[in-house]
């Protein structure tokens, strides 16, 4: 099975910061990945997916790039909505669906 | 306007059974592809389990032979039948729906329910 990565765990940032967050897979999955954003208490967010496509509805300071092994979630400018944390996922058809472990962006 | 309400957690010792329900509206779940996803206290997302359109099934290890995924298309409903429940499982659960992607290749979870709580504790 894929197994995903993310860096960094945590990190503290300021509104209006760009933030970049990153995911690696145990092996290639082409462009077969999703960014979710979870609030405490709340379900999941789907915020992009096949690697860089944005979820209708979700402002487009949300950014997404990579192909293969190494991906990215990028926030141009950090909004006090955006505090969260953030998870990848592997979402190939017919595969195990993991999940990253997930990035916490906090107030910095 | 899609809406998915998850109900049955409740509390329940080590070995026990329970079927969770997730109610579908705005869409068929006999249309779309199915997930539960759950999460521990304070831990991340863990993805369980998948139930397809043409009614393939797939599950993480740690639930296989415990956990069945089901839907009712009378009821518009999604099931999980969790069997020889385990500490470690304790959880939110959530339902998700998703749609085919990428050519049909991927498939994100667009929509989610709000969870229900699983507790396993003697």
């Known amino acids: 099975d894929i197994q995903l990565t993310q860096s960094p765990s945590f990190l503290s940032a300021s509104v209006g910061d760009r933030v970049t967050i990153t995911c690696r897979a145990s092996?290639?999955?082409?462009?077969?990945l999703a960014w979710y954003q979870q609030k405490p208490g709340k379900a999941p967010k789907l915020l992009i997916y096949?690697?860089?496509t944005l979820q209708s509805g979700v402002p487009s300071r949300f950014s997404g790039s990579g192909s293969g092994t190494e991906f990215t979630l990028t926030i141009s400018s950090l909004q006090p909505e955006d505090f969260a944390t953030y998870y990848c996922?592997?979402?190939?058809?017919?595969?195990?669906?993991?999940f990253g472990p997930g990035t916490k962006v906090d107030i910095k | 306007e899609v809406q998915l309400v998850e109900s049955g957690g409740d509390l329940i010792q080590p070995g026990g059974s329970l079927r969770l329900s997730c109610a579908a509206s705005?869409?068929?779940?006999?249309?779309?592809?199915m997930s539960w996803v759950r999460q521990a206290p304070g831990k991340g997302l863990q993805w369980v389990s998948v139930?397809?359109?043409?009614?393939?099934?797939l599950y993480v290890d740690s639930v296989k032979g415990r956990f069945t995924i089901s839907r009712d298309r009378s009821k518009n409903t999604l099931y999980l039948q969790m069997n020889s429940l385990r500490p470690e499982d304790t959880a939110v659960y959530y339902c998700?729906?998703?749609?085919?992607?990428?050519?049909?290749?991927?498939?994100?979870?667009?929509?989610w329910g709000q969870g229900t709580l699983v507790t396993v504790s003697s």
């Open positions: 096949a690697a860089s």
């Open positions: 139930i397809y359109s043409g009614a393939k099934t």
């Open positions: 996922q592997h979402i190939n058809s017919y595969t195990i669906f993991t």
């Open positions: 092996q290639g999955i082409s462009n077969y």
């Open positions: 705005g869409f068929s779940v006999t249309n779309d592809y």
């Open positions: 998700a729906r998703g749609q085919a992607r990428c050519g049909g290749d991927c498939n994100p979870l667009n929509d």
